[in-house]
């Protein structure tokens, strides 16, 4: 099992410029969830899906959208690029029942990306 | 709405050396607690986790106890190694709906030699 892959693994973007992160994973998770990492500031929630066709917005989704049309994938928009979306992407997958399982996320390698 | 406050890094300690962490939390309800390892170029690890007051979360030789009446899920591990260096952050789960979890904003620990 690959676990959870995301593409690209770098960017770099123009200010302005759109682009689309994948996130796939082949562990039949039900939740999915994109979050950010900047320094000093830990990870923060951009978006989630509680599964297929769902999505929601989390702490941070102003200049995202994204889209859940297959299970095994989530995917994440930028429109139209700004500096303040450099930053360090982390997509995360997680089961959807079992109260034993509940916060244990499986995250992806990470994107960098870079808008100048 | 939830918070998690951890210490600030780095931390750097010698091989051998006792290592704590603190993590203090605030949330509604009771949260599960978990700590999370980031190895240098790579994404978040499942470390430990405790579901309820008074558990102890263990793995690889790290403890974490969830004290609910100090609001604290501290990192401790008696003799660190190389291997050990890395980013680690306590994180609280929502009990339901989104499942999401709340990060703290991470410690660096270096281990020399």
């Known amino acids: 099992n690959a676990g959870v892959t995301q593409t690209p693994k770098f960017r770099v973007l123009k200010t302005g410029q759109s682009m689309t992160l994948l996130c796939a994973q082949d562990?039949?998770?039900?939740?999915m969830y994109w979050y950010r990492q900047d320094p000093g500031m830990g990870l923060r929630l951009i978006h989630y899906?509680?599964?297929?066709?769902?999505?929601a917005k989390g702490e941070v989704p102003d200049g995202y959208n994204v889209s859940r049309l297959k299970k095994q994938n989530f995917l994440l928009g930028l429109e139209s690029a700004a500096p303040s979306q450099t930053s360090v992407y982390f997509c995360?997958?997680?089961?959807?029942?079992?109260?034993?399982?509940?916060?244990?996320?499986?995250f992806g390698p990470g994107t960098r990306l870079t808008v100048t | 709405g939830n918070s998690v406050t951890q210490m600030e890094g780095p931390v750097t300690l010698s091989e051998e050396a006792f290592l704590t962490i603190n993590c203090t939390y605030t949330?509604?309800?009771?949260?599960?607690l978990f700590w999370y390892v980031q190895y240098p170029g790579e994404g978040l690890q499942l470390l430990l986790k405790a579901t309820k007051a008074d558990d102890k979360g263990s793995n690889k030789g790290f403890e974490a106890t969830y004290r609910k009446e100090t609001t604290s899920f501290h990192l401790e591990k008696g003799s660190v190694q190389v291997s050990d260096s890395a980013v680690y952050f306590c994180?609280?789960?929502?009990?339901?709906?989104?499942?999401?979890?709340?990060f703290g904003s991470g410690t660096r620990l270096q281990v020399q030699p």
């Open positions: 949330a509604t309800g009771y949260p599960s």
């Open positions: 995360a997958s997680s089961y959807g029942a079992g109260a034993s399982l509940l916060g244990e996320q499986y």
């Open positions: 562990m039949n998770h039900e939740y």
């Open positions: 994180a609280l789960s929502d009990q339901a709906g989104r499942r999401a979890l709340t």
């Open positions: 899906s509680v599964g297929e066709g769902t999505t």
